[in-house]
């Protein structure tokens, strides 16, 4: 959810009365209290102030709808949870907003991993900016994308993230024969 759908980087700057820049973020540094310089409780102690708000009051990136379009169903948004409580209730309250108030497509909480094989026994791809959740969601039999961002290295494709992405999923969609994917995003 945060850093693929929602500009969590962007608010968290916003919070601490800086204006996010793209390119003047340091390329590779995932650790974004130092990128900021500040220690880890000064990063978050303005976001957990903010409780729920901060996380329902994040903006959605522009490519979130052509993302979500572009996967097979069926889909799940997977979404870590910061220390505070509130966090996830903000993220929930996010994702019914954007995705309607029925929306329950989702699962909170740090370890993605755990959903790498789907019931059918399939493998699932995750999309996401942390290389340590692909990374080890890989490891568990799923397939993993890394989200083109600054803060990871995947750096060099953000001029061109759905395009990297679309090109990564269907790389997965035809190696394991699930072209029905691939037919119905192309329209076929």
Known sequence: MDG?????????????GRQYTESEYPVG???????MGLTTSQFW??????????????????WADDLIAMLREPWTIASSPSQ????????????????GLGFRNY???HDKH????????MG??????????????IREGGYGILFPQ??????????????????????????NGRREGLARYLGL
């Not at 693929?4 to 601490?16: G, M, Q, R, T």
């Not at 540094?29 to 990128?35: C, L, R, S, T, V």
């Not at 791809?125 to 969601?137: R, S």
């Open 45 to 62: 102690e303005p976001i957990n102030a903010r409780r729920e708000e901060f996380w329902f009051n994040i903006p959605k990136y522009s």
């Open 29 to 35: 540094e995932y650790d974004i209290p130092k990128a």
């Open 4 to 16: 693929v759908l929602a500009n969590f980087i962007k608010s968290a700057y916003n919070v601490h």
């Open 114 to 121: 755990h959903l790498a094989q789907s019931p059918m026994g």
């Open 84 to 99: 505070e409580p509130e966090s996830a209730s903000g993220k929930v309250k996010w994702l019914r907003y954007y995705f």
């Open 150 to 175: 600054p803060w990871n290295n995947n750096y060099h494709h953000t001029h061109d993230r759905f395009g990297y992405v679309c090109i990564e999923y269907f790389k997965d969609v035809i190696k």
């Open 124 to 137: 699932t791809v995750l999309i996401d900016d942390n290389e340590n959740q692909v990374n080890a969601f």
């Open 107 to 109: 699962m909170l909480g």
